[in-house]
């Protein structure tokens, strides 16, 4: 992993910097106006929730301790955010890193940030509402730091913004009710954890943000508890907007990290002499991926071997094929022209090896090499006045080539 998971500047998660809520138990209470509801039972949710996070803490850090594994290979195990992972299918880790966390400091400000917010928002929506907001926000926290930070992360901050974001619609919904409980304080706390999140490294803040617009919208669309509201078709349409945000985020994800990957693992393939496995590989990334410069020297150098592999061991119509392969991918690469009229000179098909040269000698100038084998290829087809030509052309470049002059000399009284 890198180190990617030391508190340094490019880890992962942040700290919660929690203000208290002066009037925050107020909402315990029911208000005075008699059509607004909120749960009167316990927010056993909340500490349930609670509690998972904590046994999932105690559990990854005993399995290390047994295992022998460092927080690295723990928070791997047990489910963080790791771009490459998820991008191969893992979707699930964008569920399982909102339960773990890094040290025991991040656990405890997360859980200091629950044991705030979400006895006040479970009674605000209800249990069942409740569940729905904490994890949809959360898995929305999750695919936001997907698509928009590289680093793997791990942490309940993406769900707890998701908790703020429903308190912005409770203070849409209950504008006076929200001023009277919370005043302007969520809305600072909220402008300080975003603003702290950009200032400070090591803080996923995409996760930060998804998980707000997606307590905000999600809160859209369940209401408050036994809210009265008939806009079906609204609801509805949040709803569909949810499932489009995740429908088109994932596979938007894995074509961003798909590169990465499949050239990781071409380039792992190679250096262990797997080289069909590399090509495999190779064939799996997209045309636009393959353009991209980097991605270019390694596929050249994995064909390139291949194609030297194969003509030492006489395999000449696999080293054509792979050729071929390579020339598929960059038909303006004139070397890979050049490569191939060697094998075509070496199959005896002196006709396409002529065409690749001539090719090669319209793009690339100065090249005598070229122009030495076009002479020694028209030779090959019977056509002398060419095979001159060529040569003479070699020795313009190059009056020095020896080998050029004394084919000239030899093919001179042919003509």
Known sequence: MHGEWRRDPEIIEGEFEIIEEKYADDVYTKPKRSFFHIDDSGPYITYIILGINIVVWLLMNFTGLIMGWNQNVQLLFFGAKVNEFVAQGQYWRLFTAMFLHIGILHLFFNSYALFIYGPIVEKLFGKIKFIILYIVSGLMGS????????????GASGAIF???????YFRREER???QRVFGPGLLMIIFINLVYGFIQPGIDNWGHIGGLLGGFIVANGLGLYKQRNRQYGKKMLIWLLIILVFALGLPLGKAKYSKDIYLSQAYSAAKKGDIDSAKSYIENLSNRDRKDPEAQKIIEAIYIEDINTKLKQGQMNEALESINTLIDYYPKEANYYYYRGQIYEALKDYEKALEDYVYVTKTIKNAEEVWFRAGIAAYNCGNIADAKKYMEEALKINPNYREAKEFLDSITDMI
């Open 143 to 154: 695919l936001f730091s997907y698509l928009f930070s590289a680093n793997p992360s791990a």
């Open 162 to 168: 998701g908790l703020m974001g429903s308190l912005l």
């Open 176 to 178: 006076g009710l929200f």
